[in-house]
């Protein structure tokens, strides 16, 4: 496949969720990033594009890759049946490690990291918020389409044997990498906004315990942002006619 | 408001549709919005706090989710529109605290958002595998667009939507000419109590971030890490 159509099927992958419904989920979307390569294609083999699959859209890189490899070969009927098993076997490895580690690590690091700064920079935040916004989305803009490019090589490669890619070796670093930098990431946040009130007034350093507290039983109680942030603002009255009565 | 209902419809867009690039985030579209409008300094205050509160709130698979993004639109756009106090310059602490309470309502009646937007894309994602089927790139063209519109016009009416409640919110407790800022006596009676909403909710933002970033195994190892940074900070 030459790098242009390699290209062109990756920049329209990046609205792979268009068409996002409950029957068939990311499956028309995947048609909507294959179509300049199924312009000629039988309905056997387009509706096969369209079948039912949901993975991450970046993790779903790999299953085009393989897709595109496996809907340019000669397919009879029973062997597209089987294409639209394995695109619905498909979408737990896929969803799985794609949110462990772009959804839960990746994004919110960087999203950590750049509130930490602003917080830290104070009265300078203004004035930084456009290069650091900026620095943030070139890293994860471009650190992801660097791996979307990298992934569908290797969809294209392993076409059907696209789930060996989950025994990949880079994959337990990685893990333990994003490990240690959403521990640094959580501290920093911990430590930019403690220090705003800590050691200044005690009735501010109380409250953001208290917040910080609810939030904590509200994740161990499974009760709605919603709901924590509401006991948060009762907490944050109760503390200060306590402190005023 | 306008302006607002756009900004949503491109938070919208980018968070769950197309891209999912970082410009639909709080952090970025509310500051982005707070400098549109010459007011930074409620972005950074909404996008901050909304980024943190919904870091451990993702779009994860096919699961309902908050629109915490739109929320902190919701929140932004409508603190925008009433003036800083007169008697300070600064927002007053009861605005924020009005505002960071409807966006977080809104935030979380968006839950019902996606679920209702997929249920329309149903149909039309069937009609467009159809027409591809056919072969008919006219027809194909036409529900990628009707896809395309389904979104923009969820996103932006599901904003003005917030903002509209937000105005006559501000509207019944400020009165007619809250647009003006809240007068000398509001702010004077209300900042002490309303201000505690940022360290507390900022509190709550740092255990979001924790909880989101780390697993139980490691909090000991965040919370001594953020102290010793604390402290080295103060």
Redesign the interface.
């Known amino acids: 496949m030459s790098a242009t159509a390699k290209n062109n099927i990756l920049f329209r992958s ?2 792979l ?9 990311q ?2 979307g995947y ?2 990033a294959l ?1 300049p390569e ?2 000629d294609a039988d ?1 056997a083999k ?2 096969a594009a ?1 079948s039912f699959i ?1 993975g991450h ?1 970046v993790f779903s890189s790999a299953a085009l890759g393989a897709l595109s490899g496996m809907l340019r070969e000669e397919s009879d009927d029973v062997r597209l049946e089987s294409l639209k098993d394995w695109k619905r076997q498909l979408s737990t490895p896929l ?1 799985a490690i794609g ?1 462990s580690l772009i ?3 990746f ?6 990291g ?2 930490a700064l ?3 920079l104070g009265d300078q ?2 004035a930084w ?1 456009l290069k650091l ?1 900026l620095s ?2 070139v890293v ?2 471009g650190g992801l389409w660097w791996f979307r490019s990298w992934a569908f090589d290797r969809g294209v490669e392993l076409k059907g044997q696209l789930t060996g890619l989950a025994a990949h070796a880079g994959l337990p670093r990685l893990r333990k990498a994003l ?1 240690v930098l ?18 200044h007034e005690l ?3 109380l ?10 039983a509200g ?1 161990k109680l499974r009760v ?3 709901t ?3 006991f ?2 009762l ?3 109760s ?2 006619f306590l402190f005023h009565s | 408001m306008w302006w607002a209902a756009l900004a949503g419809t491109v938070v919208y867009l980018d968070t ?8 639909g ?1 709080p ?2 579209a509310c ?1 982005a919005y707070g400098f549109w409008v010459d007011r ?2 409620l972005g ?1 205050f909404f996008g ?1 706090l909304f ?12 699961a309902k989710f ?1 629109e ?1 993004s739109l929320g902190a639109i919701i929140a932004t756009a409508t603190a925008a529109r009433v003036a800083p106090s007169a008697a300070t310059g600064d927002p007053s602490w009861m605005v924020m ?1 009005l505002c ?2 409807l966006g ?2 809104f ?2 009646l968006g839950r019902e958002l996606a679920p209702l937007v ?2 329309m ?2 149909r ?3 009609s ?2 159809d027409a ?2 056919r ?1 008919d790139q006219s027809a ?1 063209r036409g529900w ?1 667009l009707t ?2 519109g389904v ?1 923009v016009a969820a996103g932006a009416l599901f904003t003005l939507a917030g903002v509209v409640a937000g105005h006559f919110m501000l509207r019944l407790y400020f009165g007619e000419f809250y647009a003006a800022g809240p007068g000398e006596s509001v702010v004077g009676s209300t900042d ?2 309303c201000s ?20 139980r195994r ?1 909090w000991i ?3 001594l ?6 402290w ?3």
């Open positions: 990046l609205a969720q268009l068409f996002l419904n409950y029957k068939t989920m499956g028309p048609l909507f179509r199924l312009r309905e387009i509706r369209a949901n859209p969803g949110d959804w839960e690590r994004k919110p690091m960087l999203l950590a750049v509130a602003l917080l830290v935040a203004q918020w916004s943030m989305i994860y803009t490990r959403g521990l640094l990431g959580a501290a920093s946040v911990l430590a930019a906004s403690a220090s705003r009130f800590a050691g009735l501010a350093s409250q953001f315990a208290a917040g910080f507290l609810i939030m904590l994740a709605s942002t919603l924590a942030a509401f948060t603002i907490s944050v009255f503390l200060y | 769950s549709v197309i891209g999912q690039t970082l410009i985030q952090i970025v500051v930074p300094e950074l901050v980024e943190l509160l919904w870091l451990a709130n993702l779009q994860i698979g096919a908050s915490g605290l960071v309470g977080l309502v935030a979380h997929r249920r894309m149903n039309v994602a069937a467009y595998v591809c089927v072969h194909a990628t896809a395309l979104h002490a109590l505690g909403v940022w360290p507390g909710l900022l509190g709550a933002g740092a255990a979001a971030a924790m909880l989101q970033l780390t697993a490691d190892w965040v919370m890490v953020g102290a010793a940074g604390a080295l900070l103060i």
